[in-house]
């Protein structure tokens, strides 16, 4: 007889992927043992193996968990009738708001990805291009005349955006909803005006 499935599965196995990345972003991958993941989770060895096999397979589920709602919830979001620059800063507003509370997957995402294999790094680098051909399209509708045949130029602009939201956490952990819209503007109005703009 199959195995039936508890009511709180789904809010266990998110419980996991919430403390293993803490013990990820503390220990680093390849030091954290899955003894660690399962006192971390406040659960017995045996019990984290109901769940997950492996601690590989739940550094992808985290990673997929992660990106794939980040990549739904920016790409989601509605930017029809706003100007160039307000859809600009909604999107970077948006990128930090959605990046509150998730220090950990986003340290975990920076660090342990290469340790998947080529096929699961692939389908999560996929979430990261949806992302990121997102916000370059903005770009360039912004300043279509600065980008026009160079493709690279118009790359690192972009990826110019991401490096100023994605190591926030590193000197403002724990920042709370107004400190992230404020610095939301600030990145906007120094990648639309540069240091004069501020």
Not at 10 to 36: H, P, W, Y
Not at 176 to 195: F, I, K, N, P
């Amino acid at each position: 007889m199959a195995r039936t499935i508890a009511k709180d599965h789904d809010l266990k196995r998110a419980q996991i992927l919430k403390s293993a990345a803490r013990v990820f972003a503390r220990e680093g991958f390849d030091r954290a043992s899955m003894t660690q993941l399962a006192r971390e989770c406040g659960i017995s060895k045996a019990n984290i193996y109901h769940y997950y096999d492996s601690k590989d397979a739940i550094l992808f589920d985290i990673l997929e968990t992660y990106l794939h709602d980040l990549r739904d919830r920016i790409c989601g979001i509605e930017i029809d009738g706003l100007s160039g620059p307000q859809r600009l800063h909604t999107v970077v507003r948006e990128i930090l708001l959605a990046y509150q509370g998730v220090d950990d997957e986003h340290r975990v995402q920076t660090s342990g990805m290469s340790a998947l294999p080529d096929e699961q790094q692939k389908q999560l680098r996929g979430y990261q291009r949806d992302m990121i051909g997102f916000l370059s399209d903005i770009l360039n509708g912004i300043a279509p005349e600065t980008f026009a045949g160079n493709p690279g130029k118009l790359r690192g602009a972009t990826m110019s955006v991401f490096g100023m939201l994605n190591w926030y956490y590193m000197w403002n952990s724990g920042a709370d909803t107004a400190a992230r819209e404020e610095y939301a503007r600030m990145v906007s109005d120094l990648t639309l005006h540069g240091l004069k703009g501020l």
